[in-house]
């Protein structure tokens, strides 16, 4: 341990000469795409030396192993610099360096886990830690393995409120086993970081989130080999190391100076600023990487199982968010690694029925939605866990970058939003979600569920712990009625035709509550001789445009939608881009217009025209037009 803490003269130096070679490679990659951000990779040269080359343990043919020490780039535009680190450690051609940016080279302007090397996709500021923080949970709780987190940060995204959720969670949690490097630099992109290079402002405000910290000069290769050090024998706290640095530098008439973010050296200064670099460099030997300790489990999070079909009975009345959380406990006897996490919201979500039977895999993340999603995606890397997250629908809204940013990582984790529309009645429109179908609508490779009853909702949950890529389950307060039996089968993208007759002459599409105030409409309409045809889409996306569109055809081309939701981005919207090459196809939408108020379930879904009376009428309206 004495050779961690105090490096031989021989290893600093070797140090020091990587953290040039590291500065002249993002030079140079800079210059080849004439874009990115050299000087900000520069004053982390450094750093990066010495997490690669002597504090970090990992395979170097191996980046992705599961024992590997994780390292998160949070300030993800000195993506160069990671890129030449792992050209020196030889998982990177030094001439593939040199098409950083290039539209056929993973090599893009901020890291992505196309790169077997990243585990979580940064750029989008401030996430970084807390995708660091799940990963170190995920070491330290359900791995109890040796591997630990490294996150680099930058001092201007510290102004995010994220880092500080991520912080006080990381103190929360006594996470022993990361740590946060503050690339203290000075400036940001427009300017001066607002506390500049003020290092003891850093520490008490670190240090008052519970962290151990450190204070070094970011350049001195044997203060960091020292701190990090002493970060390993810290236990219960997680460790901040404030790195005070300067951008630019080892650049002449750039370093610490405004006004170079984002810009690469023009190629005649390059070559002159290269020249000067290397006539510093006194060494050409490179440092094989310690190897990591293996201890993780072996584990597999595929092929899970539920241990048992539906227990509902047709006609029983619960909330689908209660049968999500009955759902979740279930899927938690079926696999050990399922996870789940929620926001201050469990009695409300029902998670609460998971934590009661598997507290251990239980991660309570507080009112701080957009931490607990970047948690979220710490704790899925690498395939360690079955991730699921709720909260309210309308909150996770706040974490929107958080779950843009989680398609960008390829993510597999499952969200789940509560307490949608309307209908929750008179909480108020704060805490109705009326956007989140459009959201989630917007993310690439999200699968979207809007289960209608128990028994899809049960379907729902364990059909996402199997999906890859993101999943979103949409759940809603009132109780409604079990309209399927336990041996009904759901897949992905398909529909259900839950009303149906020859003598249909309407499709009525609705899901949640809207689903059953379409049945309630057509049980009224058939005492009056009027038929139709009622479908519940089960996914929102995929949707199931082939079974829309037939029954529509069978009803005349008729269709009518409706939804606890606003119009924009809703399933209104996603009916008629279904249909929209079907010109004798007619949709006519009933969504929730405006901003709502508080009353009774029943009084709002009535107010904005989606309850079974406004369905019966928007029929008959639609009947009409047709004999006219």
């Known amino acids: 341990m004495a050779d961690d803490a105090k490096p031989d003269a021989t290893t600093v130096q070797v140090l020091r000469d990587v953290a040039n070679r590291l500065r002249i490679h993002s030079i140079k990659a800079t210059c080849a795409s004439n874009s990115g951000h050299p000087t900000s990779?520069?004053?982390?040269?450094?750093?990066?030396?010495?997490?690669?080359?002597?504090?970090m343990k990992y395979k170097q043919t191996d980046p992705a192993h599961p024992d590997n020490d994780r390292f998160v780039l949070s300030k993800g535009h000195a993506a160069p610099i990671l890129y030449a680190a792992w050209a020196e450690a030889g998982d990177i051609s030094e001439s593939?360096?040199?098409?950083?940016?290039?539209?056929?080279c993973d090599l893009e302007g901020h890291p992505t886990p196309r790169l077997t090397f990243v585990d979580v996709a940064t750029g989008s500021l401030g996430q970084g830690l807390?995708?660091?923080?799940?990963?170190?949970?995920?070491?330290?709780?359900?791995?109890?393995?040796?591997?630990?987190?490294?996150?680099?940060m930058g001092d201007g995204e510290s102004s995010e409120g994220s880092v500080w959720e991520a912080l006080a969670f990381a103190s929360h949690y006594n996470l022993d086993n990361i740590v946060a490097i503050f690339d203290v630099n000075r400036l940001g992109q427009s300017g001066a970081s607002p506390l500049q290079h003020r290092t003891d402002i850093y520490q008490k405000r670190l240090e008052a989130f519970g962290w151990n910290t450190y204070l070094v000069d970011g350049h001195d290769v044997e203060a960091l080999c020292q701190a990090l050090w002493q970060a390993t024998l810290v236990k219960n706290k997680p460790t901040a190391i404030v790195a005070k640095t300067f951008k630019g530098r080892g650049i002449p008439n750039i370093e610490d100076e405004e006004n170079w973010h984002g810009k690469p050296m023009p190629q005649e200064t390059a070559d002159a600023i290269i020249k000067l670099i290397k006539s510093q460099i006194q060494t050409n030997r490179n440092l094989i990487p310690k190897a990591p300790v293996e201890d993780s489990p072996q584990i597999s999070i595929t092929n899970i199982k539920m241990t048992s079909p539906p227990a509902y009975e047709f006609g029983e009345k619960i909330a689908t968010r209660k049968a999500y959380g009955l759902a979740l406990a279930k899927l938690g006897h079926a696999s050990e690694r399922v996870i789940v996490l929620d926001g201050d919201t469990k009695s409300s979500t029902f998670s609460e029925i998971f934590k009661k039977e598997h507290p251990e895999r239980f991660i309570e993340c507080f009112i701080a939605e957009q931490n607990m999603v970047s948690v979220a995606l710490g704790c899925a890397t690498r395939g360690r866990t079955i991730v699921f997250a709720s909260t309210f629908a309308a909150f996770l809204t706040r974490a929107f970058d958080q779950i843009r940013m989680g398609a960008i990582s390829q993510t597999n984790i499952n969200l789940t939003g509560s307490h949608c529309g309307v209908s929750i009645g008179e909480d108020g429109p704060s805490q109705m979600a009326l956007e989140d179908l459009a959201m989630f609508r917007s993310i690439p490779n999200c699968t979207v569920f809007y289960p209608s009853d128990a028994i899809s909702t049960e379907h729902a949950v364990y059909l996402a712990a199997n999906t890859k890529g993101m999943c979103f389950i949409r759940t809603s307060r009132p109780e409604t009625a079990v309209i399927y039996t336990p041996q009904e089968k759901f897949e992905i993208g398909q529909a259900k035709v839950v009303r149906h007759s020859v003598n249909d002459e309407v499709t009525v599409i609705g899901a949640g509550v809207t689903l059953h105030e379409a049945l309630a409409a057509a049980d009224d309409l058939s005492k009056q001789g009027i038929f139709v045809r009622v479908i519940d889409p089960f996914t929102?996306?995929?949707?199931?445009?082939?079974?829309?569109?037939?029954?529509?055809?069978?009803?005349?081309g008729r269709v009518i939608t409706v939804e606890d939701h606003y119009r924009e981005g809703g399933i209104g919207e996603a009916v008629c881009a279904a249909v929209s090459g079907e010109p004798d196809i007619l949709v006519h939408q009933l969504a929730v217009s405006g901003v709502?108020?508080?009353?009774?379930?029943?009084?709002?879904?009535?107010?904005?025209?989606?309850?079974?009376?406004?369905?019966?009428a928007a029929v008959k309206c639609t009947l009409m037009n047709k004999n006219n």
């Open 130 to 152: 807390g995708a660091a923080c799940g990963m170190a949970y995920t070491g330290k709780y359900f791995d109890k393995a040796s591997y630990r987190v490294f996150c680099l």
């Open 96 to 104: 593939e360096l040199l098409n950083l940016r290039k539209i056929d």
């Open 41 to 55: 990779c520069c004053s982390a040269a450094e750093i990066i030396s010495v997490l690669f080359f002597h504090t």
């Open 540 to 556: 929102i996306k995929p949707l199931d445009a082939e079974t829309i569109i037939s029954n529509a055809k069978d009803t005349g």
């Open 596 to 616: 709502p108020r508080s009353g009774k379930p029943s009084e709002l879904l009535d107010m904005f025209e989606i309850s079974a009376r406004h369905i019966i």
